[in-house]
């Protein structure tokens, strides 16, 4: 079960009046600093040549790393992140509903356990341990990366299952350009985002604006009602919108300086479950985030270094209330703002062995109250990590990298964290790679684990986690095709596993398990076919998970999953078809098979799309038609949370 107790902030429509005019305001200084503008079209705009998949070199290789191409991220501008890793990787996506919680499962652990991190800003919540990944649009990000296991180490402590990696970059020698996009969906569903690229000389202004909303009252099939009938959701309506700014300036050839913020609010109603039929309550709950991050990087001769600093601001509030009477029974408000910096110094001793040394400082200050209870609590937390490593090459087929990592929060030491990995290119002539590592990790509790009320528990102990992986790389390339193939297998054992469980106080409490023990298997494949008129596209991820407790899966965590991704483009016509299945998950820790409310059965998902891209002298315009759950599945991710069925979605976007 996830630890996301929401909580909650009101936003006036005057502060969202005052943000959108913020926002003109940004733009129009960025026009008058940038009078080329109106000068400079760019050409037709084309499909990207193949920058699909790269083939990496011996130092990458080390590491257990994937990445979702710059092909699918274009393809997929109008989705959000939980949505784009559940399609195009092995995370498992555990989401309450359309537009609702959505938290990642990552090699079959918990949300607390995979860490995003954004232009190196460690997103998850210090209160919760985690992040909703439904609040992050696709739209906004240029790259996106993951570490699996043990490699996560290399950014930060606390990530067994993994570490998803959000970057925005700057694309030099480009001209001027502007795209706006526009969607109409099933479920009274309407998107505008858009995208404006701005360069002169040695200075590039990305700004990026989304809106959305959704009445989201899609029918289900309720079987927790005598008879059983559809119905329809009930209070899921929801609004998302956000600006992104990014400033990018070359001081020299040798030094980039760049700048970024991003403003978000939300506003969302919470459905209820299922086995709440009939109840006179309704929940809201609203969502406001800043985030910034000003980053230096030097390139020299011999060696890299990094500084960045950032901020994030995020608040939460959730009202419970009676609908009949509009009495306010809950209402909770988070405040939680993190100060965050890190130095990335990288030293190439000679053309075999680079040095490396990362250090961390993260500043907490989280505030929690509820209104009608007058309860909550303050906490700070302070971290500082240190982190040293060395890679080197033995010929020219061997990589090894080893690091070491220590943290201490506020003034408790973490034991040293080492990881040790390394990279055998198997043939001379040939991209094939034997690759393998060996690490240990630990994960501090989140703050609500800690100081909840009611519930807390001070006496947690900090998660500790060995892991050991070995995988098999390949990668062929010629004129006519690109294959990137991978196979790997895991183990993992995590002592003092946090989880929450029920009490006989009827409020639930964290606790650390005994031990839990996870072992699996990740599959992925990536290929594209070149017929220089006509490209194939196909890819395809499968990951087996088996995560026990006394030999008991762990809730919410499929055995199997799998995804498979397939298209053809000709002459600007584009067809897709993707393929999503969730095996059979567990909703309670005794696997009890007789009992129906235990087990979520597995489910099959097909989508498929057809677009079409019109190129005029300097515009492009593109049309794409989808239908998602084409066979109109009944299925739920989690107990008593009914998901959509077929539904439709029409994109129009215009490229200057």
Known sequence: MDKYQPIHLKFTRSGFLYIRAGCLMVLLFIFCHFPGITQSIPDTIHIPEVEIIGIKGIPEQANSYSEIDSFTMNQNRSINLAELLNQHSTVFIKSTGRGSLSTASFRGTDASHTKIYWNGLNLNSPMLGQIDLSLIPATFLDHVSLYHG????????????????????????????????????????????????????????????????????????????????????????????????????????????????????????????????????????????????????????????????????????????????????????????????????????????????????????VNITEIVHSQGYDAVRSEFSLMAGIDRNFGKRLNTYLLIRTDLVDKDFIP?????????????????????????????????????????????????????????????????????????????????????????????????????????????????????????????????????????????????????YSGVLYKGYQLYYSLNYTGKRYTQTDNEEENPESILDPYFLNDISVSKEFNLENTSINLRFAIYNLFYKDYQVILSRPMPGRNYSVILTFSF
């Open 150 to 365: 043990g490699s996560s180490l290399v950014n930060g402590s606390g990530a067994f299952g993994g570490i998803i990696s959000l970057e925005n970059q700057p694309e030099w020698n480009h001209k001027n350009s502007f795209s706006i996009s526009s969607e109409l969906a099933s479920f009274g569903t309407y998107q505008v985002f858009g995208k404006l690229h701005l360069e002169k000389n040695n200075w590039i202004s990305n700004s990026r604006v989304f809106f959305n909303h959704s009445d989201n009252d899609y029918p289900f099939y309720n079987t927790n009602v005598l008879p059983h009938e559809t119905q329809r959701l009930k209070n899921g309506e929801y609004s998302k919108y956000g600006f992104l700014q990014e400033l990018y300036c070359r001081i020299r050839t040798s030094d980039l300086l760049s700048v970024k913020l991003w403003l978000q609010h939300s506003d969302r109603n919470l459905p209820p479950p299922l086995s709440r039929e009939g109840s006179d309550t309704k929940e809201f709950q609203t969502d406001g985030n800043i985030r910034s991050v000003l980053t230096w990087k030097h390139y020299g001769k011999s060696g890299e270094v990094e500084i960045s600093s950032g901020i994030t601001s995020d608040r939460i509030n959730y009202v419970m209330e009676d609908s009949w009477q509009e009495n306010v029974n809950l209402d909770s408000r988070s405040k939680e703002n993190s100060f965050i910096n890190r130095i990335n110094y990288s030293l190439k001793i000679n053309p075999k062995t680079i040095a490396r040394v990362q250090m961390l400082y993260n500043h907490y200050n």
């Open 416 to 564: 040293v964290m080492p990881s040790l990995g390394f990279a055998l290119k198997l043939f001379p002539d040939k991209n094939l790679y034997l690759k393998s590592n060996l690490s240990r990790n630990y994960n501090i509790p989140g703050l609500n684990d800690l100081y909840w009320i009611p519930g807390g528990n001070p006496d947690l102990k900090p998660e500790e986690n060995y892991t050991a992986d070995l995988a098999l790389d390949m990668q062929l390339q010629n004129d006519l095709f690109l294959i990137n193939s991978s196979v790997t297998g895991y183990v993992s054992q995590i002592n003092d596993w946090i989880s929450w469980k029920p009490t006989q106080y009827q409020y639930w409490a964290p606790e650390n398990v005994a031990l839990v023990f996870s072992r699996g298997i990740e599959f992925s494949l990536k290929t594209i076919m070149d017929f220089h008129v006509t490209k194939i596209i196909f890819q395809s991820n499968y990951n087996l998970s088996r995560t026990t407790n006394e030999s008991k899966q762990l809730t919410y965590i499929p055995v199997h999953t799998f995804n498979m």
